[in-house]
């Protein structure tokens, strides 16, 4: 069974600083690549990050580009998000998410089939 | 970017209607779409992908259609664990992005 479990998260003050982890199992994490989504409280899902299976590709949402850095240790099945410079509206869960794709005529499709329950992290003083 | 306007922003429909919710891209996606179920407290649950596949284990009553900007997701007879909220998400280009979400509630 595909399992992911994200954690690390917690308060903090804006200004500061949190590693969040995902932990991946029952699937070969290192031929995946991976994302991680936010929700801040009663509002929609916003995409963050995503890393490719050797971490040689890697992108990121404007709001967090500069302050958040994702990596990924395949020997350790884990995914990280490091988040600096935290602000107010960074209060939020945080989802890791495995990307998958099908093919079709040629195309690749991307798509999230499994989620982490997700982890709150809160920013305030 | 590209920005996804999903429509209604609610809805509130009886068990068996059939409910139709619209996704709109500000840019053609060709068919990378992909719409998720969110229950409160809980992570999305992918529903369908490429705009009309149905994800395994998900239920025949959800289907999926449009290509280009237009897109729709449709509940041909609403069950009781239905009653969530959805979110489509485009998947052409990065940054990645969803839509507003939709959520479906009793009546």
């Known amino acids: 069974e595909v399992q992911l479990v994200e954690s690390g998260g917690g308060l903090v003050q804006p200004g500061g600083s949190l590693r969040l982890s995902c932990a991946a199992s029952?699937?070969?994490?290192?031929?995946?690549?991976m994302n991680w989504v936010r929700q801040a409280p009663g509002k929609g899902l916003e995409w963050l990050s995503y890393?490719?299976?050797?971490?040689?590709?890697?992108y990121y949402a404007h709001s967090v580009k500069g302050r958040f850095t994702v990596s990924r240790d395949n020997a350790k099945n884990s995914l990280y998000l490091h988040m600096n410079s935290l602000r107010d509206e960074d209060t939020a869960v945080y989802y890791c998410?495995?990307?998958?794709?099908?093919?079709?005529?040629?195309?690749?499709?991307?798509?999230?089939?499994?989620w982490g329950p997700g982890t709150l992290v809160t920013v305030s003083s | 970017d590209i920005q996804m306007t999903q429509s209604p922003s609610s809805v509130s429909a009886s068990v068996g209607d059939r409910v139709t919710i619209t996704c709109r891209a500000s840019?053609?996606?060709?068919?990378?779409l992909a719409w998720y179920q969110q229950k409160p407290g809980k992570a999305p649950k992918l529903l369908i992908y490429?705009?009309?596949t149905l994800q395994s284990g998900v239920p025949s009553r959800f289907s999926g259609s449009g290509s280009g900007t237009d897109f729709t997701l449709t509940i041909s007879s609403l069950q009781p664990e239905d009653f969530a909220t959805y979110y489509c998400?485009?998947?052409?280009?990065?940054?990645?992005?969803f839509g507003g979400g939709t959520k479906v509630e009793i009546k």
């Open positions: 490429a705009a009309s």
């Open positions: 890393i490719g299976t050797s971490s040689s590709t890697i």
């Open positions: 998410a495995r990307e998958s794709q099908a093919y079709y005529g040629g195309t690749g499709y991307l798509f999230f089939d499994n």
């Open positions: 840019q053609g996606l060709g068919s990378w």
């Open positions: 029952g699937f070969t994490f290192r031929t995946y690549n």
């Open positions: 998400q485009q998947a052409n280009n990065f940054p990645l992005t």
